[in-house]
């Protein structure tokens, strides 16, 4: 069974980098064909699609957080990780990294609080 | 980017009845990607259909999905108590992937 664990910061002071780990287990994340994503959900404009790292490396940044977005990984940990720059309260959410393929996003982690807050 | 209508905000139904969620693309997507997933305060998303119209793993068949250009419709019918949640619409066919604001479900 493929479980998904995020984690990180429960608060970030706006302008700094926000920074969070997905660590998967029950299989590898550079195989089987899968993108690795991050997703937000805002309290009020609903859920957010971020980006992915596909099983070869590749990535994917919404078009309007690319200037300040990285999503890397390190497979022999089996970890994602998010790096969004010069954040603002705008980026309050919950943080969730997923699963993708072609079936839908069919595992989720728990969900990662993040504040924007001085 | 596609932009996903979905509607009604709030479905309320009464356990046993059946009832739809209907989602509008504002262009077409690609191979039909759409998908429905539903959620419960403090949870996760959980994937129900996939590609429109195909049922995830475990899901009970009381979920239908369907698909008519570029419309799309949930369809939950014998409302369990367990259904009551927020049902949200994916499409993940036409990068950026995009979901619909979410139809709430509670109880009439």
């Known amino acids: 069974q493929v479980r998904l664990q995020e984690s990180g910061p429960g608060q970030v002071r706006p302008s700094e980098t926000l920074s969070l780990t997905c660590t998967v287990s029950g299989g590898p994340i550079n195989s089987g064909g899968y993108h690795w994503a991050w997703i937000r959900q805002h309290p009020v404009k609903g859920l957010e699609y971020i980006g992915y790292?596909?099983?070869?490396?590749?990535?994917y940044y919404r078009p309007s957080l690319t200037s300040r977005l990285s999503i890397s990984r390190d497979t022999s940990q089996k970890q994602i990780f998010l790096r969004l720059t010069a954040v603002t309260a705008a980026d309050t959410a919950v943080y969730y990294c997923a699963r993708e393929s072609i079936y839908g996003t069919e595992y989720w982690g728990q969900g990662t609080r993040v504040i924007v807050s001085s | 980017e596609i932009v996903l209508t979905q509607s009604p905000g709030t479905l309320s139904l009464s356990p046993g009845e059946g009832g739809n969620v209907s989602c509008r693309a504002s262009?077409?997507?690609?191979?039909?990607?759409v998908a429905w997933y539903q959620q419960k305060p403090g949870q996760a998303p959980r994937l129900l259909i996939h590609?429109?119209?195909n049922r995830a793993m475990g899901i009970p068949d009381r979920f239908s999905g369907s698909e008519s250009g570029t419309d799309f419709t949930l369809t939950i019918s014998r409302l369990e108590p367990e259904d009551y949640a927020m049902y949200y619409c994916q499409q993940y066919g036409n990068l950026p992937t995009t979901f619909g604001r979410g139809t709430k479900l509670d109880v009439k």
């Open positions: 790292i596909d099983d070869s490396g590749d990535t």
């Open positions: 262009q077409r997507v690609s191979s039909g990607y």
């Open positions: 590609g429109a119209s």
